[in-house]
């Protein structure tokens, strides 16, 4: 996938941006920034779903953020004073303006959502075990670059609960749910992962993980 604008080209695949046709240099976090600025153009996106999207909900200043916004501005030829790519909305957020074409089909970056495991147990306690399992393995999916995952404070609302796959993709604007069950006793637990493409409601991948409890 290709997105162009103004006079630049970023290469989602590549993971690249050019300049009047140079090849420009751009920090990891600063591209995954311009992109999800541009995957959500049309749109004001605050500071904290940049938190939760861009920097995995680590928590850092409004300086810090102020920073990456700046360095994109530089690398597309625009500033906080022309934003004619990216403009500040006062107290808001920032928005992509600039006018957007696509090129290479596909998805770009797949949207995962990490739904709240299953419990197949009568203790309650184990509730929080699995939610703690589904909140634990967003956190590390998040670290790959190749994937955007939607915050679970998201996909655990109550807003999606029973819904339909269809309906809760559509509803957080995922590619694919990761959905999975956790059957706890007092010795071992046995937790099943799916990947599911809503859509078409196909399994992608499943696998299964166990161990003692200890």
Not at 115 to 124: K, R, Y
Request: aromatic share 6%; with cysteine; charged share 25%.
């Amino acid at each position: 996938m290709k997105y162009r604008f103004s006079e630049c080209e970023l290469d989602v695949g590549a993971r690249s941006v050019t300049r009047a046709g140079a090849p420009g240099r751009v920090e990891p976090q600063v591209f995954d920034l311009i992109l999800y600025l541009i995957e959500n153009r049309g749109r004001v996106v605050d500071k904290d779903e940049l938190l939760a999207r861009v920097w995995k909900g680590r928590l850092v200043s409004d300086a810090t953020i102020a920073s990456r916004i700046n360095a994109a501005r530089k690398a597309l030829g625009d500033d906080g004073r022309a934003q004619r790519v990216i403009a500040t909305a006062a107290r808001s957020g920032f928005r992509f303006v600039a006018e957007v074409s696509e090129t290479g089909g596909g998805i770009g970056r797949p949207v995962v959502a990490v739904m709240p495991f299953e419990l197949l147990s009568e203790d309650a306690a184990d509730a929080h075990l699995a939610r703690g399992l589904a909140d634990q393995l967003a956190a590390a999916l998040g670290q790959a670059a190749w994937l955007d995952i939607i915050d679970t404070a998201a996909s655990f609302s109550d807003d999606v609960a029973g819904r339909s796959p269809a309906e809760i993709a559509a509803r957080l604007g995922a590619h694919y749910l990761v959905m999975g069950a956790l059957q706890a006793t007092a010795a071992e637990l046995k937790l099943s992962v799916r990947l599911i493409d809503p859509e078409t409601a196909r399994q992608v991948w499943a696998g299964a993980f166990g161990g003692p409890r200890g």
